[in-house]
């Protein structure tokens, strides 16, 4: 397997524009989890899925922020509108268990002018 | 409110000596405590998971210890390379699937 792939590695778009992260968790991981970096906050969870079911997004910041899964190999990120306060470093991870190992992919750097 | 207090912020260290990171954390109940390498630009890779029953684990050159008493873990590195030179996080799990971050140690090596 390649590991948990996420798509595109960077993006820069201005503020008030759509923007759409993608990630391809590990095949037979049934947890997938969205998570934001920051210098200033450090990592933070944002949503995570079991089995493409959403289980907890309280750490979604805002209504602006959604996340879906439609199948066990992909999932979706969504800001709109973005703000420059957005912008951050985004990392999809999965695992096998909520408490296993989780595998990251190479995180979505995203910037917001 | 559960927090995972990391220290040092970060630290300096010369290529083939050890040091030790620390993790202190409120979080109750307590599930599991992980910790975690990030290089630059890339992303966290997971180096140890300790339980409960735990209190040494280790993975090469790094070897963690838990302290459930004292809710304490520490994650020592042996002789250290210059690829150990990263981010390291703790991140520990309550029993209610609910994650607390440290805000990480940041290591530098040099030869």
């Known amino acids: 397997d390649a590991g948990v792939i996420q798509s595109p590695r960077h993006e820069v778009t201005e503020m008030g524009q759509e923007v759409t992260l993608r990630c391809k968790p590990i095949?037979?991981?049934?947890?997938l989890f969205w998570y934001r970096q920051t210098m200033m906050r450090g990592l933070e969870l944002l949503i995570y899925?079991?089995?493409?079911?959403?289980?907890?997004d309280s750490g979604m910041p805002e209504d602006r922020f959604s996340a879906k899964m439609p199948n066990a190999s992909f999932s979706t990120l969504k800001i709109q509108p973005s703000e420059p306060r957005d912008s951050a470093v985004y990392f999809c991870?999965?695992?096998?268990?909520?408490?296993?190992?989780?595998?990251f992919g190479q995180g979505t750097r995203l910037t917001v002018v | 409110k559960n927090q995972v207090e990391q220290s040092p912020q970060s630290l300096i260290i010369l290529e083939g000596k050890n040091c030790t990171l620390q993790?202190?954390?409120?979080?109750?109940?307590?599930?599991?405590l992980r910790w975690y390498k990030q290089d630059t630009g890339r992303g966290p890779v997971s180096l140890t998971i300790m339980t409960f029953s735990e209190n040494t684990k280790s993975n090469g050159r790094y070897t963690a210890t838990l302290d459930a008493d004292t809710k304490q873990s520490s994650l020592h590195i042996t002789a250290s390379q210059l690829s150990d030179s990263a981010s390291y996080i703790c991140?520990?799990?309550?029993?209610?699937?609910?994650?607390?971050f440290g805000a990480g140690t940041t290591v530098t090596v040099r030869a």
């Open positions: 991870a999965s695992s096998l268990r909520f408490d296993g190992e989780a595998f």
């Open positions: 993790c202190n954390y409120t979080v109750s109940p307590f599930s599991n």
């Open positions: 899925f079991n089995n493409n079911v959403p289980i907890d």
């Open positions: 095949s037979g991981h049934d947890y």
């Open positions: 991140v520990v799990s309550d029993g209610d699937y609910k994650l607390s």
